[in-house]
């Protein structure tokens, strides 16, 4: 199975702070990489799919990037609403693994 | 507006078994292939199964491998997941979730999640 590597494990960062989180596979996937956003209590919802193509409803402010084994997820200026759990996930094989997750904490 | 409803979570004794139901509407059911993930408390994500959108092609975590059956009814917009020979690893938050392209399973993930049923297996 494919594993996904996410760091870092957890980030303290403020409002209006540029954030880039990375996800790294432990073989080639090409560009078949998804992030999801979580918050505490709920399912995930859906970001960015084919690596860098966002999802419709969400800010702009979100982009994603990368190719092959190393992707980045970044938030160009932190919103009081981004603090929550990430996730990487590859589409590649089955089963479509996740990455351990990066939480995202007010500083 | 896709709404995806799952039922049948509960306490289960290790050993035991559970059937999980996922009610949708919203969309055609029949075109989209469809994934459990489950959610241990305080945990990540782990993907348990998928099946095609005709119910003809089925694929699992080896964790749960022999142990679960994953099906769909496409007259009654349901996916079904049977859990058997549960262990207290398999206590979690069970999700369902809709393919975000109909007919594809690989290079496609998903775009809407139930709200989840929790499992709890007692050793």
């Known amino acids: 199975a494919i594993q996904l590597t996410q760091s870092p494990s957890s980030l303290s960062a403020s409002v209006g702070d540029r954030v880039t989180v990375t996800c790294r596979a432990s073989?080639?996937?090409?560009?078949?990489l998804a992030w999801y956003q979580q918050k505490p209590g709920k399912p995930p919802t859906l970001l960015i799919y084919d690596d860098l193509s966002l999802e419709i409803g969400v800010p702009s402010r979100f982009s994603g990037s990368g190719s092959g084994t190393d992707f980045t997820l970044t938030i160009s200026s932190l919103q009081p609403e981004d603090f929550a759990t990430y996730y990487c996930q590859q589409l590649n094989t089955y089963p479509h693994s996740f990455g351990q997750g990066t939480k995202l904490e007010i500083k | 507006e896709v709404q995806l409803v799952e039922s049948g979570g509960g306490l289960v004794q290790s050993g035991g078994s559970l059937r999980l139901s996922c009610a949708a509407s919203g969309f055609t059911f029949s075109s989209y292939p469809m994934h459990w993930v489950r959610q241990a408390p305080g945990k990540g994500l782990e993907c348990v199964s998928v099946?095609?959108?005709?119910?003809?092609?089925?694929?699992?975590a080896s964790s749960v491998k022999g142990r679960f059956t994953i099906s769909r009814d496409n007259s009654q917009n349901t996916l079904y997941l049977q859990m058997g020979s549960l262990r207290a690893e398999d206590s979690a938050v069970y999700y369902c979730a809709r393919a975000w392209a109909a007919f594809t399973i690989f290079g496609v993930g998903t775009d809407y999640w139930g709200q989840g049923t929790l499992v709890t297996v007692s050793s």
């Open positions: 099946i095609s959108d005709n119910g003809g092609r089925t694929y699992y």
């Open positions: 073989q080639d996937i090409s560009s078949a």
